[in-house]
């Protein structure tokens, strides 16, 4: 149901109806969402902030949580620096964006440009009170993505725009928690999502490591809880993964193969294994739950208020969830001429059901054939000694390129010798079962870890 | 490492797994007739990088594959030195 334009997220909380006791869990702080739409956490008074551009750029994500409810509705535009993103692109993000002060919990002079406006550290003995909590100006809401250059790219919303596939309603038997940080897109639909009905929220700490943020979700009785396929790969890594007994898990941000979600199924029995693509710039598209990898032809011409097609290979989607535009001069169009997206992820048709191949740009051509690094991925994370795998190119002066692997085993002590030459020749026994002779790795490199981005994706080096 | 014996046994590993009828390694084969295909070859050229250190083809932008297996053993062995 799409939302009235005239609601922020501070009345949004009062409409939720819920119980008044119902938390938003931070590692540094908590408070319930009464008391962060009641009090303000900026240490001037939230109206001077009034039709101001704000970089939001607090370490903490419990505090951009706080300010996030305090200035909607009230500053032209909300800028959400991700606390991974080297700080080094603040002057840029902040000059694009028009920026007049930077709200931040980190020492001055970050950037001398711009006014710095301190953080408390809870909402609850402020004085400092939004004098009216309804619209004064609709929010530009500004969302970060990874560029190719290396520079962000930024991705302009409105609340409407980011809370379009948000159902309303309180349900008392969640409590919702993200592998995400709520300044990326996935992790801010779950912070609107907990927001909007009143649901728990409990917020991971960037500093805090797999095994340790399970146990705080276990503390705290987490019911609904999402990631990525690499962010869930790790997580069943741990033993702490037996800590927590969800009902729900959705992956989203990558391919969820056919391992993740059976090995997902296993750990957790009672839990629904759904699996959803959404992007920054399409918004929310759809949510698959039968537990199979790809999708339903269906899904995709029968998704309730999304348009998708298959244009050139890429999966295109149109609706209300989409971003507007990127912000720069030189900045190209996020849409085409009829409002589409191009996703840039590839999606091929088999017997009725929809596959992604993976991105369009990591396309790894071996001789003049194409191989798509997630297709082999999800091949070599089957066999049952595998952890997770980043398929990669190396140059070669023969074929141009050709395809390795790079693989985190289950146990990792088995890496040496003998017995790690022999698995290396089971992996690719089996690669060369399932693949055609140009995707099977050249060779497979067993690492005890594989590097993940902020946004929870594995870090590929495009070739 | 003896450089002779790891290429020999590179080749028998990559014929084995691409299912290739490898002719016999003697020095003047000429590589189009072993009975490996190019891919062959660049996974023989990615597993010598891997376990001798080296890729004596991606030094020189200019250099030209060699034509005989016994070429083919010597470039490793000067690459190597």
Known sequence: ?463 | MNVRSEVIAQFKQVAQEQDKDLAPLKDDLALIDSGLDSLCFAVVVARLENSLGVDPFSTDEDVRFPVTFGDFIGFYEHAAQ
């Not at chain 1, 993505?145 to 969640?174: C, F, N, W």
């Open chain 1, 1 to 463: 149901m799409p939302r009235n334009n005239s609601t922020t997220l501070a009345s949004s909380i009062a409409a939720a109806g819920a119980p008044s006791s119902r938390l938003l869990v931070g590692s540094d702080a908590h408070a319930t969402w009464e008391e962060l739409a009641a009090g303000s956490i900026l240490n001037c008074p939230p109206d001077e902030l009034a039709g101001s551009c704000v970089l939001l750029a607090t370490i903490s994500q419990f505090a951009a949580a706080a300010v996030l409810i305090q200035l909607d509705g009230l500053a032209r535009r909300i800028v959400l620096y991700p606390p991974d993103l080297s700080r080094e692109h603040l002057d840029f993000v902040a000059a694009i964006t028009e920026a007049d002060l930077i709200v931040s919990d980190q020492p001055p002079a970050e950037s001398a440009n711009m006014r710095a406006v301190r953080v408390t550290p809870s909402p609850k003995a402020s004085h400092l009170e939004r004098s009216n909590k309804d619209v004064q100006c609709e929010t530009e809401w500004i969302l970060l993505t990874s560029g190719t250059t290396g520079r962000p790219k930024m991705v302009q919303h409105t609340l409407s725009s980011l809370t379009a596939a948000i159902e309303p309603g309180y349900d008392p038997a969640r409590v919702w928690s993200t592998f995400y940080d709520i300044r990326r897109y996935g992790g801010l639909q779950i912070f609107l999502r907990a927001l909007i009905t009143g649901t728990p929220l409990v917020l991971k700490s960037s500093t805090e490591t797999a095994s340790e943020y399970l146990a705080s979700a276990a503390i705290h009785g987490v019911t609904h809880i999402l990631g990525t396929p690499s962010h869930w790969r790790r997580a069943l890594a741990s033993p702490a993964a037996s800590l927590i007994a969800p009902q729900y898990v959705r992956l989203s941000g990558e391919i969820a193969d056919q391992a993740i979600l059976n090995n997902l199924c296993k750990q957790y029995p009672q839990a629904t294994i759904a699996h959803a693509f959404a992007s920054t710039e399409a918004g929310v598209a759809f949510v698959v739950e039968d537990g199979l990898m790809g999708l339903p032809a269906n899904a995709l011409t029968h998704t309730s208020g999304v348009e998708m097609k298959v244009d050139r290979g890429t999966l295109r989607v149109r609706s209300n969830r989409t971003a507007m535009r990127y912000m720069g001069a030189d900045s190209r169009p996020l849409k085409d001429a009829e409002g589409y997206v191009d996703t840039g992820d590839a999606l091929e048709s088999r017997n009725g059901r929809y596959y992604f191949a993976g991105r369009l740009d990591g396309v790894i051509n071996v001789g003049g054939l194409k191989v798509h690094p997630e297709e082999v991925e999800a091949v070599i994370n089957r066999h049952p000694e595998v952890s997770m795998s980043l398929v990669s190119s190396r140059k070669s002066p023969i074929m141009g390129a050709i395809v390795i692997a790079d693989v985190v085993l289950r146990t990792p002590s088995i890496d040496n010798g003998k017995v790690a030459s022999t698995l290396q020749q089971d992996i690719l026994h089996f690669c060369r079962g399932e693949l055609a002779p140009h995707k099977v790795p050249a060779t497979i490199n067993f690492v005890p870890s594989l590097d993940l981005a902020g946004s929870g994706k594995m870090v590929r080096r495009h070739a």
